[in-house]
């Protein structure tokens, strides 16, 4: 393709950690519209893109390595990472040019560019809508107080998803209205000990369910980790993405699986069939031996188990209770 440097549109871009969506809303700034209204297509982009975070590492609930591997990505396609980065000022107008003043362990810097995407977090919006006047109280970040059954302090009025202080995601939120629709019908079901995954939509995604490696250690739970790069998945050969790893956590003692991370193509879908060896309590061998269809990026997951020391009190294959009759 013959394209001419004066067609590409350069863009530095500065995001104060990182945000969905970024390249369609520049694409759709480069969508030329023609005198007689006609839209041709988007002129391509250069974008230079920038990570300022001010913690010390991207992530910082996953383990190190997933962070590091995140980083990693970023930084070959170009994207720059400063972190830990202390914003200390930013002038100009975002859309037009703007200069961030910031602090790294390097020293006092500048970056230039032309639009921030600032992501800082969500709270809710309790204050001031008359919460206390109705005997419901909020916490010190201002979720809404509620028991394990999503009652709030007043009777008879429950709260629901990311305003009572659930995980910030949408299947969160869809949990906590089962747990009171049930509730209301007069059953009793609870939040609690509810494991939640979660999926970044990156590019390879990021999907997480259960317990990290730092949390292990942290609470001293003993653990095997068994780990698998995406580039023994022989599906990632096939569509020449071979970034990131799968992880996964297992109990040493009766061989179940604790946690497990992907950094990878299809990374949700993949962590839902861990989930379901989770939730139906098997063996890490189950996922080991399964019978996977090739080539798939599940089929990663018969590699990744295959690492895994047999458990100190193997209770037998699972699997073998899967089998179907002759
Ligand atoms: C950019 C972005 C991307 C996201 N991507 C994902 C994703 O990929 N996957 C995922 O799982 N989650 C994602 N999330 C998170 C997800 O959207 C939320 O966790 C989810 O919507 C929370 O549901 P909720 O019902 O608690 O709150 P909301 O969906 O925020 O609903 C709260 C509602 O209450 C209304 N409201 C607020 N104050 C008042 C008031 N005083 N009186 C009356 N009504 C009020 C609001 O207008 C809103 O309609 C994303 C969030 C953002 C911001």
């Known amino acids: 393709m ?6 590409f549109t350069f863009f530095g871009l500065i ?4 945000v969905s969506g970024i390249t369609n809303e520049l694409k ?4 030329e519209v023609t005198d007689n209204g006609e839209t041709n297509a988007p002129i391509p982009t250069l974008i230079r893109l920038t990570i300022l975070h001010q913690g010390t590492q991207l992530l910082d609930r996953a383990d190190a390595d997933v962070a ?3 980083v990693r990505m970023f930084t070959s396609e170009g994207i720059d990472v400063l972190s830990p980065a202390k914003v200390v000022s930013v002038r100009g107008r975002s859309g037009t040019e703007v200069t961030i003043d910031i602090e790294t362990g390097f020293g ?3 970056i230039s560019g032309s639009d921030v995407f600032v992501a800082t977090g969500r709270i809710p919006n309790t204050a001031g809508i008359g919460l206390e006047s109705v005997g419901i109280e909020v916490d010190e970040r201002g979720c809404i107080k509620v028991n394990e059954r999503l009652e709030t302090t007043a009777s008879n009025v429950w709260a629901i998803g990311e305003c009572a202080g659930s995980p910030q995601f949408t299947h969160a939120s869809l949990d906590d209205f089962r747990v009171i629709r049930d509730n209301l019908a007069g059953g009793n079901r609870s939040t609690r000990n509810r494991v939640i995954p979660s999926c970044l939509f990156i590019d390879p ?15 001293g ?6 780990k698998s790069p995406m580039m023994a998945v022989l599906r990632t050969r096939t569509i020449d993405e071979a970034n990131g790893f799968m992880k996964a956590l297992i109990d040493p003692t009766d061989g179940k699986i604790l946690g497990f991370t992907m950094i990878g193509p299809e990374a949700g879908e993949v962590m839902a069939v861990v989930q379901m060896a989770m939730l139906a309590g098997f063996q890490s061998t189950v996922l080991k031996d399964a019978i996977l269809t090739h080539p798939t990026m599940a089929e990663g997951l018969n590699v990744l188990f295959s690492n895994v020391k047999p458990a100190s009190s193997d209770v037998g294959n699972t699997n073998a209770k899967l ?4």
């Open 108 to 110: 006092e810097s500048q």
């Open 2 to 7: 013959n394209l001419s440097l004066a067609r």
């Open 28 to 31: 759709a700034r480069d969508t």
């Open 205 to 219: 995604p990021v999907a997480h369910i259960g317990l990290t490696e730092h949390e292990a250690k942290r609470q």
């Open 15 to 18: 995001i104060i950690c990182v």
């Open 323 to 326: 089998a179907p009759r002759e």
């Open 68 to 70: 590091a591997e995140i």
């Open 221 to 226: 739970i003993k653990i095997q980790v068994a």
